[in-house]
């Protein structure tokens, strides 16, 4: 009689069965176990780690302040690097108006920023600051970056940093064109309109308009001074008040 499974002794069938689950489970532990030995060989080897951070683009940023103000450090690992968390700490600088960040299939980082530009000036507590294209302020320091500056609008007569900071988120929002008439912008408080401004135009006229309306009233929907000056031509001085523009013929 041919040999089968029905003449199989059932204690050795049990027993030959386990020995195999036995074996599949040696051998799954020494592939595990030799797969978490060469994981834990790699990250704690300098190969998985950032290799170097280069960053393009700065002029006026130091490069040092943008490397204490992200989160990659020359310990981090690369292919963990969460690219958006990153250009969202580098914009948070007030100097940068973009950003950008590509690490290559070894390690190495370039940050690539575009700063922004000034498009004014203020004097506040003897210190210098820049008014940038972003809305943000940011003192200048170094005298050539101070000679720079001397082309742009002329903030003046403001007493605390927080109206200071007001103003320019106001003010990047005006349109270029009218920032170009501008010479100085003085703050000229009066009893009943505190935050009123003197906005000294290049044509030697005034316009006249609150820190708080400076975004709304200074755009060419609200104000169109182009167009004012060409309608009222004797007018030196121009009061934006609420929804209507007052004006005033020269002295």
Excluded: W
């Excluded at 210190?127 to 940038?132: G, L, P, S, V």
Aim: aromatic share 10%; glycine share 2%; net charge positive.
């Amino acid at each position: 009689m041919s040999y089968n499974e029905y003449n199989e002794n059932p204690v050795q069938k049990t027993y030959k069965q386990r020995k195999k689950k036995k074996l599949k489970r040696k051998v799954k532990v020494i592939i595990s176990l030799f797969i978490f030995i060469m994981i834990t060989m790699f990250l704690i080897s300098d190969y998985p780690r950032v290799k170097s951070i280069k960053i393009e683009g700065v002029h006026q940023t130091p490069q040092q302040e943008i490397l204490k103000h992200i989160s990659i450090k020359p310990s981090s690992y690369y292919f963990f690097i969460n690219k958006e968390k990153v250009i969202k700490e580098i914009k948070q600088l007030p100097t940068i108006k973009k950003a950008s960040i590509d690490i290559d299939l070894i390690g190495n980082v370039v940050i690539g920023v575009e700063e922004a530009t000034p498009i004014a000036y203020a004097s506040l507590n003897n210190k210098i600051y820049a008014i940038n294209d972003i809305g943000r302020i940011v003192e200048v320091r170094q005298s050539k970056q101070r000679d720079e500056l001397k082309v742009l609008p002329y903030i003046q007569n403001f007493q605390s940093k927080t109206m200071l900071e007001e103003f320019a988120r106001g003010f990047y929002k005006v349109p270029t064109l009218m920032q170009n008439e501008m010479s100085d912008i003085i703050l000229e408080p009066q009893a009943a309109d505190p935050t009123r401004l003197k906005c000294l135009m290049k044509d030697n006229k005034v316009v006249y308009v609150r820190v708080e309306d400076v975004a709304t009233k200074l755009n060419t929907h609200q104000f169109s001074y182009e167009a004012l000056k060409n309608e009222h031509k004797n007018a030196c001085y121009f009061s934006i008040e609420g929804r209507n523009v007052y004006t005033r013929s020269c002295q």
